[in-house]
């Protein structure tokens, strides 16, 4: 595990902060929790488009869209049942990053196959923006983009690799963020190829 770089205000990168063996152990656990709550399709608000990420989520609430809207709803939109629980190893990275915040309620999972992409955007359905959130990168590298808290405040890109954590707080906890693309081959941890990125989140004040 590499020291923290600033990469924001609020916002800092833990290169490599799972090892292999780590994001190995965190793999598992994340299929698991995979076989029980599988990956879906979600939807843009109004126009149904499909995302170009597959989702799901574990812990008290999880993050969907549809038609409907972005929400925190405790079950799963397909199979109706409630999120699996977040898997100690992972709800363990948040107590080592973040010692002080109350512990997270959702776990949202995203899975990006090699064209997927994912607009810039703000964290904004949580009620606890106090809090940050901190995210977990596995398997192929990700371009991802920062700017401020304006949609045309200026950005810049740093990659996202296997194994690094990226916490999203202070002045960035707001900031608009996405991610540019996805380069393959990059990461032998996942044979079918792809990214999966974590976002831990805090969603009701604690
Ligand atoms: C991603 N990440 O890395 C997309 N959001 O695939 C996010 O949207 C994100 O990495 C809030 C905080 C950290 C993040
Ligand atoms: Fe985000």
């Known amino acids: 595990m590499s020291k923290p770089i600033a990469a924001a205000p609020g916002a800092w990168l833990h290169p490599g902060f799972l090892d292999p063996a780590g994001q190995a152990v965190t793999l598992a656990a994340l299929r698991a929790g995979i076989a029980q709550s599988p990956l879906f399709a979600p939807t843009m608000p109004r126009t149904g488009k499909p995302f170009s990420v597959r989702m799901t989520n574990f812990g008290p609430l999880g993050w969907v869209s549809d038609r409907n809207g972005y929400r925190y709803q405790p079950m799963h939109p397909v199979t109706g049942d409630p999120w699996p629980p977040i898997p100690a190893e992972i709800a363990q990275v948040w107590r080592e990053l973040l010692p002080d915040a109350p512990p997270p309620e959702a776990c949202l999972v995203n899975y990006y196959e090699q064209t997927a992409k994912m607009g810039l955007h703000q964290d ?49 906890r707001l900031a608009f963020h996405g991610i540019d693309r996805i380069l393959p081959g990059t990461s032998s941890l996942l044979p079918e190829g792809g990214r999966f990125n974590l976002t831990l989140r805090r969603v009701t004040p604690a």
């Open 124 to 172: 904004r359905d949580e009620r606890a923006f106090d809090v940050p959130v901190l995210s977990i990168s596995l398997g192929d590298e990700a371009r991802f983009r920062i700017g401020g808290a304006t949609r045309d405040a200026p950005t810049r890109a740093f990659p996202l690799r296997s194994g690094d954590v990226f916490t999203f707080g202070g002045e960035s």
